[in-house]
């Protein structure tokens, strides 16, 4: 909260990362405040909120695959794309209430970062969703350049550079100059379809049903895009396909490896596609300044390895890259006086 001389008035000022897995929101003068799944949990077939909207976030994760068959829990944005409006409606309500409090007299102004693929009628309904949770103003910004700014990367500047945010529904690869995008491809394959590289493995490999948190427990322990180092072991438990009963087996790191490596290479081909589109000039640059990783999905081990492999450029992986974006919404709200212009906001509809 501070004092705004412009309204006379207290004001509040929030940058939400409305990511595909998780939701993060950055208060001027505050950092990040919220760090939780974008997970509601609702009456099955229906898009009815659990529990007055208290089903939403940390707790409807823990529903995630474990739900009695009255309810489901729902990752409204999984694809990257708005699949469900109402949930998504609700989802950020409940967010943006949690972090105002009481406070609910200050109206705050509210900055989403949004994925750079989603339609028209995808962004009235985030503008629509925040206006509801008692927004008094709402921005939009293209998450690759929060992400790049969260990084630390020459933004404002007219040098290129690469920022590779790899989330759990989308990668976004954006070269970036003159803080805007130069060149971008956001494709629907990320940290997800890792998870379900492996589930198919563990079937084909094992006749192994496992669930997708059991997947991503794996991939977290023992994954890795290229080899790093001494390869391990770990031991799985599921349901045999056959017998229908459960068990357990062990597995190793190389396996996973191997798993992975399909949607790794759609990973890499979106960056070597984006490089393709490069005006000389700003490729020349980026044989200087390299990619930067960010995105949950950069943790992967050895993915940075494989990127350098592919494409020759030097790689490194943004400090914490799961609050990228998060953090580049917090300097935008910290400025966004002087940076308002340059964002899409309610207004301009
Ligand atoms: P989004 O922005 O789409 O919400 P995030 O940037 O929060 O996505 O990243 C979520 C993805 O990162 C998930 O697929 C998750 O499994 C993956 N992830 C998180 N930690 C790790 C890790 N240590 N190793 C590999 N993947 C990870
Ligand atoms: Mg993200």
Redesign the pocket.
């Given at each position: 909260m501070f004092f705004d001389s412009a309204l006379g008035w207290f004001s509040l000022d929030m940058g939400i990362?409305l990511?595909?897995?998780?939701?993060l929101v950055c208060v001027r003068g505050q950092g990040i405040v919220l760090n939780e799944p974008?997970v509601v949990a609702v009456r099955k077939g229906t898009n009815i909120v659990l529990e007055n909207g208290s089903a939403v976030g940390l707790r409807a994760k823990e529903m995630l695959g474990k739900t009695p068959g009255s309810i489901t829990a729902i990752r409204p944005l999984k694809d990257?794309v708005i699949s469900d409006f109402e949930i998504t409606e609700a989802m950020l309500t409940y967010f943006i209430q949690k972090v105002h409090g009481r406070r609910r007299w200050l109206k705050p102004r509210v900055l989403i970062a949004i994925p750079s693929g989603i339609t028209a009628v995808e962004k009235q309904a985030v503008f629509h969703s925040a206006m509801q949770a008692n927004a008094r103003r709402v921005y939009l910004v293209e998450e690759p350049k929060a992400a790049a700014i969260g990084a630390g990367l020459p933004f404002g500047e007219p040098v290129g550079s690469m920022i590779v945010?790899?989330?759990?529904?989308?990668t976004e690869v954006a070269i970036i100059s003159m803080a805007d995008i130069a060149a971008s491809e956001s494709i629907r394959t990320?940290?997800?379809n890792?998870?379900e590289a492996i589930v198919n493995h563990m079937k084909k490999t094992y006749n192994l049903m496992i669930g997708d948190l059991s997947a991503?427990r794996i991939?977290?322990e023992i994954?890795s895009a290229g080899p790093t180092g001494p390869e391990t072991t770990m031991e799985v438990r599921g349901r045999d396909m056959i017998s229908g009963l459960p068990r357990k087996c062990i597995i190793t790191s190389e396996e996973i490896r191997e798993a992975l490596q399909e949607p790794i290479g759609k990973v890499i081909d979106a960056i070597t596609v984006t490089l393709g589109r490069a005006e000389p000039e700003l490729a020349a640059d980026l044989v200087e300044t390299g990619i930067c990783l960010?995105?949950?999905?950069s943790?992967?081990?050895g993915i940075d390895q494989v990127i350098h492999q592919a494409t020759g450029l030097p790689v490194r992986r943004a400090e914490d890259?799961?609050t990228c974006?998060a953090r580049g919404t917090g300097v935008l709200v910290e400025n966004l006086e002087s940076c308002k212009e340059a964002l899409e906001s309610d207004l301009d509809e």
């Open positions: 990362d990511g595909t897995c998780n939701t974008s990257g945010d790899i989330g759990g529904g989308t990320a940290g997800d890792f998870d991503e991939k977290i994954g960010a995105g949950g999905g943790l992967l081990r890259p799961l974006v």
